[in-house]
C-alpha cells in the first residue's frame, strides 16, 4: 500500500486492552450496586404494605378426630381455652374411618429406601393422570376447619385469626 492508501483509511483510536477490563468491571459492580439498591427499595416498599401488627397474644389451635373436630385458644400463660367442638358429617366420619386403615397409608418424603421412593412415584403418577389437585377427602377436612374457623370467628369477636 502506498502512503495516499493508507491515507483514506480511517484511522482507530489505539485503546489499551487493560483499559478496557478495568471498565467492564467497573461497570458490572455499578451494576450489581444499583440492582442490589432497588431490590432493598423495592422490599422494604413492599414490607410497608403487609400489616405486621398483632391485635392478640392468643394462639388458635385445631384438633381433628374421627367424631368431631374442635378449636382451642392458647394464652401465654398456659391457659387453654376452649372454643367450639365441631360434630363431623356421616361422610367425614367415613373418610377418617377409611383413612385410618393400613390400605390407605402410603409411602411419603423423606423416603427410607429406594424401593418406597418408586412406589411412591407410581401413586403419584396415577394421581396427576386423574389431574384432580387433592383428593376428593379434602373436602371433607376443608368443611369441617370451615365451621371451626367460623366459630373461632364469632367467639373472638371477629378478630383476624
Known amino acids: 500500500m502506498s502512503t495516499e492508501e493508507t491515507a483514506l483509511l480511517p484511522t482507530l483510536p489505539y485503546r489499551d486492552v487493560r483499559s478496557q477490563g478495568r471498565h467492564s468491571k467497573i461497570r458490572f459492580i455499578v451494576g450489581t450496586a444499583i440492582i442490589a439498591i432497588c431490590a432493598v427499595i423495592v422490599l422494604r416498599w413492599r414490607k ?20 368431631h373436630g374442635a378449636v382451642a385458644n392458647s394464652y401465654p400463660n398456659g391457659t387453654v381455652l376452649d372454643i367450639a367442638k365441631v360434630d363431623g358429617s356421616p361422610s367425614y366420619n367415613e373418610m377418617m374411618f377409611q383413612l385410618s386403615l393400613p390400605s390407605s397409608q402410603h409411602p411419603h418424603a423423606p423416603y427410607n429406601s429406594l424401593e418406597e421412593y418408586f412406589q411412591d412415584q407410581a401413586r403419584q403418577a396415577v394421581r396427576h393422570s386423574r389431574k384432580a389437585a387433592a383428593p376428593s377427602d379434602v373436602d371433607e377436612l376443608a368443611a369441617l376447619l370451615q365451621s371451626l374457623l367460623s366459630a373461632a370467628g364469632n367467639r373472638l369477636d371477629g378478630r383476624r385469626i
Open 48 to 67: 410497608r404494605q403487609v400489616s405486621d401488627v398483632i391485635d392478640h397474644d392468643f394462639g388458635v389451635g385445631f384438633h381433628l378426630t374421627s367424631p
